[in-house]
């Protein structure tokens, strides 16, 4: 039977599930969910998507609620797979299926995921506490896990606001020269003299980064013929 084909947006927020297999559990012991987390915040830099919620206390699959923020949440997802498959190095697949993704459609929906993963940590009771809502996209302290109030939650929260805004982003390369052009005739600049200020170049990569569908290599063209590999460097680095 043909699989279903993945709902996709890529400004879309979507709750991920992954299951290991019986002959291997994805988790043997916190060393591996450190790992993991190691390996989520690394993606996160790259990708520059946004990560609301997690939960890897179960020992045989884990939980998340991603941000997509203009990146592809299959890409996302494979690197993040395949590099915990190599540090695992284990001799038979560790992964039960692909990983299962619901697209999130409203507040209400994303307060009862939230939910349901908060009930998984629970429920597991281990001491690698591993819940956690992320306010500004950033990975934060665990013991803020009793301070949330889901009832709090409103379209201005997180990035609901952001997926609305962004439907006039910047989507093609001329859009982003434009772009370019228009905010250093703002501050009375050529746009070379821009690219001398590392500091503001820097910044506008990041925020291109943020309001836009444009891929690394559409970025570095923008940015004065920079390398892929010195951008993720620049959205690494912040």
Do not use: W
């Amino acid at each position: 039977m043909p699989r279903t084909a993945r709902v996709k947006d890529i400004y879309g927020i979507y709750y991920i599930n992954q299951v290991g297999t019986e002959d291997r559990d994805l988790f043997c012991n916190d060393l591996d969910r450190d790992k993991f987390l190691s390996i989520l915040r690394s993606s996160k830099k790259v990708n520059d998507f946004k990560l609301y919620a997690y939960c890897v206390s179960d020992s045989n699959e884990y939980h998340l609620v991603i941000c997509a923020n203009g990146s592809d949440i299959s890409k996302i997802m494979k690197e993040i797979n395949i590099k915990y498959a190599m540090y695992v190095n284990y001799s038979a697949p560790i992964f039960k299926d692909r990983y299962r993704s619901v697209l999130i459609r409203d507040v209400d929906h994303l307060i009862s995921i939230l939910n349901k993963i908060h009930a998984t940590e629970e429920k597991c009771n281990n001491k690698f506490n591993s819940y956690c809502l992320f306010n500004d996209g950033y990975i934060c302290d665990n013991s803020l896990l009793d301070k949330i109030d889901f009832n709090s939650l409103t379209e201005t929260d997180d990035c609901l606001t952001e997926i609305s805004e962004c439907k006039d982003c910047i989507k093609t390369l001329e859009e982003g020269l434009d772009k370019l052009n228009e905010i250093a005739d703002c501050k009375g600049i050529t746009t070379e003299e821009l690219m001398t200020n590392k500091s503001l170049r820097n910044d506008l990569i990041r925020q291109f980064r943020r309001n836009s569908t444009l891929s690394l290599k559409e970025l570095a063209e923008i940015f004065g013929g920079l390398s892929e590999s010195s951008i993720c460097k620049i959205l690494n680095c912040n």
